[in-house]
């Protein structure tokens, strides 16, 4: 009995052990296929997290947006270009269009093109004048128009030459061109205070104009609006006309303020400046510097009717003087006045998401010289034309001098090398 009862105590161990020899290798088991079922399921875990990743980012990928943008200076109208404009027709109006026939392959290039329009287009019912109170054929705007232009500054010197019928009369001709902007001289306050935003591929942007002064001729009270003054002939020693300066200047910030955030670029077209002198004014300088402050992206000046320097202020683009576009002014030895600059950049925008960057870069700036023969065939030539020796023989030499003019503040200032 004894015996017997060994044995089945020992077969009752060699079962357990077995039993739980099964058990362990059943829990070895279970745990291998819960660690391959864990780490496949991370896996998928990942790959989706990953894919959910890449399509987020693809929702909020970066757009880029690009537009250009060509200046041009004072287009100022004596008579002897009116006069030479109506033999272009025979005597039966006034035909301006073969005096930019050669910059007009360069302007229509571009996707904005702005000029100044020195004298006032009130037209012929008004009766025609020339210096010193201007008023021109509103064919002019028409030979711009034609050209490419598109962004036209209306605030001069010469605004109120012929008084308020002519501003009236201009503001309706450019009222009249929708693809326009025309900016700086308006028909009532509302017009003035009007945002008025355009839009080049994807880009938005305006324009504010201001002049120094309308060569005393005062404007009616009541009707500021006619023109945008912004004195800069003002003793800044005397405290009441640096008080008479600074207000002025609130008038422009709040321009500014009124627009700043409604578009992506803020041009300012600056009628400043001491004629016939190439160096900026303390007053160019300092408007320039408060412009800058305020966030104005580029600052293009006129009225000095010559070149002035191209340079930067920070972030800020500013052309102190673009000179003449066309003009009958006597041409000296330097040929000053019937050299102007044309000067293009590019802005680009970039958005990725919220993020939103405004950038002028691009900068380019080519010489124009304007031709006429016993003040007759008035033509405005690029110095890159082919054909710059037969209009200006000594181009070479005014290309060296006025190159130096805008390289002055920025010795990286590219310049349009003169046809060779």
Do not use: C
């Amino acid at each position: 009995m004894v015996k017997r009862s060994k044995r089945r105590r020992k077969r009752r161990l060699k079962v357990k052990n077995i039993i739980i020899a099964v058990v362990i290798l059943l829990l070895v088991i279970v745990g291998a296929v819960f660690l391959v079922w864990k780490f496949v399921l991370n896996k998928d875990i990942d790959a989706n997290l990953k894919d959910s990743g890449s399509k987020k980012n693809a929702e909020v990928k970066e757009e880029v947006y690009k537009t250009s943008v060509i200046t041009a200076g004072d287009n100022l109208i004596h008579s002897s270009i009116y006069k030479d404009a109506n033999e272009n027709t025979g005597g039966n109006g006034y035909d301006f269009k073969p005096m930019y026939e050669l910059i007009k392959p360069i302007v229509s290039n571009y996707d904005i093109a702005y000029y100044n329009q020195e004298t006032i287009l009130g037209g012929t019912l008004l009766g025609l004048s020339d210096y010193p109170t201007f008023n021109s054929p509103q064919e002019v705007g028409d030979a711009m128009i034609d050209a490419g232009f598109n962004l036209v500054s209306l605030a001069t010197n010469h605004t109120i030459d012929s008084g308020e019928d002519a501003v009236l009369a201009s503001r309706e001709y450019w009222n009249s061109k929708k693809d326009v902007l025309a900016v700086g001289s308006y028909s009532s306050m509302d017009e003035r205070n009007e945002v008025q935003v355009r839009e080049s591929n994807g880009i938005s942007y305006t324009l504010l104009n201001y002049t120094y002064g309308t060569n005393g001729i005062p404007v009616p009270s009541g009707k500021e609006y006619l023109v945008n003054v912004w004195p800069t002939d003002l003793d800044l020693n005397n405290p009441d006309t640096d008080n008479e300066y600074q207000a002025y200047k609130k008038t422009v910030e709040e321009d500014i303020k009124r627009v700043r955030d409604k578009v992506d670029v803020l041009m300012v077209a600056m009628h400043w400046g001491v004629e016939y002198t190439d160096e900026p004014t303390e007053y160019e300088k300092d408007m320039a510097e408060f412009l800058a402050s305020q966030g104005v992206d580029v600052i293009i000046g006129t009225h000095p009717h010559v070149i002035q320097p191209v340079t930067w202020i920070d972030d800020t683009l500013v052309i102190y003087s673009l000179g003449n576009l066309i003009s009958a002014q006597y041409q000296d030895e330097n040929y000053n006045k019937m050299v102007g600059l044309m000067t293009s950049f590019d802005i680009t925008k970039t958005e990725h998401g919220d993020d939103v960057s405004v950038k002028v870069d691009n900068v380019n700036n080519e010489l124009i010289y304007t031709y006429y023969k016993s003040y007759r065939s008035f033509k405005v030539v690029p110095f890159s034309n082919e054909n710059i020796v037969n209009y200006l023989p000594d181009y070479k030499n005014v290309y060296d001098t006025y190159v130096g003019v805008v390289k002055k503040y920025d010795q990286n200032m590219p310049v349009v090398l003169a046809y060779e």
